[in-house]
C-alpha cells in the first residue's frame, strides 16, 4: 500500500528538528583541542570533545563531539555523537547527529540518524533516519524502518516500514519501500520497488507420525503380494 499527495503545510511525522549548530565543548569533557594531533588510538570514558586531529580509532562509552575543525581519520565508537567536523572511518552509536559542516564516510551503524551535513557512506539496521533541508547522501545502500527526506539522497534506499519525501525533498536511484508517501514538492526518480525482506521465514508442514507408519505398512503389504504374485 501507498499514499501520495499532501499539502505544503504537511509536516513530518517524526517532528525531528534539524541538528543545532556546532556545539561547544561540555564541562568535564575530555577535549582534543584545535593545536593537537594524535597518532594512534584513542580510548575513554565520558564525553570527548575534539577540535584536533586523531589519525587513529576513537571509543568512548559515553558522547563524542567532533568540532567543526576536528578530523577523525580511523572508526568511532560512542553513545551518542554529534559530527560538525570530519570522520573517514567507521561509525558506530546508538544516536547520531550531524550540523550542516559535518562530513561521514564508509559505514554507519546507529539507531538514529539527523543529519543536515554530507554522508557518503553505508547506512544498515537503523531504526530511523532523516535527512534534513541542507543534508545531502550519497550511499550504495540505506536501510531503516523509517526515512525522511527534506533534503538530497542518491543511491539504493531501502524502507522496510515508511519513506517520506516531503516538500524540497529529493531521491535519486533505487527505492525499495513498504509504504510511501510524498508530499507537494517532493520528488523521486528513478525505480520503485515493494519492499520484501531478504529471508523471509517459511512454514514447514508437520508431519503425522502416524501417517508414516501407515504408510511404511502399505509398503510393505504390496512387497509381499508381489511375492506371492511372483511364487505363483
Known amino acids: 500500500m501507498a499514499f501520495f499527495g499532501g499539502t505544503k503545510s504537511e509536516k513530518s511525522v517524526s517532528g525531528t528538528a534539524t541538528p543545532t549548530a556546532p ?9 582534543i583541542t584545535g593545536c593537537m594531533e594524535i597518532l594512534g ?22 558522547d563524542v563531539i567532533i568540532g567543526k575543525d576536528g578530523v577523525v581519520n580511523g572508526d568511532v565508537t560512542a553513545k551518542k555523537l554529534i559530527v560538525s567536523g570530519k570522520i573517514n572511518g567507521k561509525t558506530k552509536c546508538e544516536t547520531l547527529e550531524v550540523t550542516q559542516t559535518g562530513e561521514l564516510t564508509e559505514t ?25 533541508k541542507n543534508g545531502k547522501v550519497v550511499t550504495s545502500k540505506m536501510l531503516a524502518k523509517h526515512i525522511v527526506v527534506n533534503g538530497n539522497i542518491e543511491g539504493n534506499v531501502i524502507a522496510t516500514e515508511l ?13 525499495q ?19 520484501e525482506p531478504s529471508n523471509p521465514v517459511k512454514k514447514v508442514a508437520k508431519q503425522n507420525p502416524t501417517e508414516d507408519i501407515t504408510k511404511n505398512e502399505q509398503a510393505t503389504a504390496l512387497k509381499e503380494i508381489v511375492k506371492t504374485k511372483e511364487k505363483e
Open 163 to 175: 519513506l517520506e519525501i516531503n516538500q524540497d525533498g529529493r531521491v535519486k536511484g533505487e527505492m
Open 23 to 31: 556545539v561547544a565543548p561540555k564541562a568535564g569533557a575530555a577535549t
Open 177 to 195: 519501500v513498504k509504504k510511501i508517501k510524498v508530499s507537494e514538492g517532493g520528488l523521486m526518480l528513478g525505480t520503485m520497488l515493494t519492499y
Open 108 to 132: 554507519i551503524e546507529a539507531g538514529k540518524i539527523v543529519s543536515d551535513g554530507k554522508l557518503e557512506a553505508v547506512m544498515t539496521d537503523c531504526d530511523s533516519i532523516h535527512i534534513t
Open 41 to 62: 588510538n584513542v580510548k575513554g570514558c565520558g564525553t570527548i570533545h575534539v577540535d584536533g586531529k586523531i589519525h587513529g580509532d576513537l571509543s568512548t562509552d559515553g
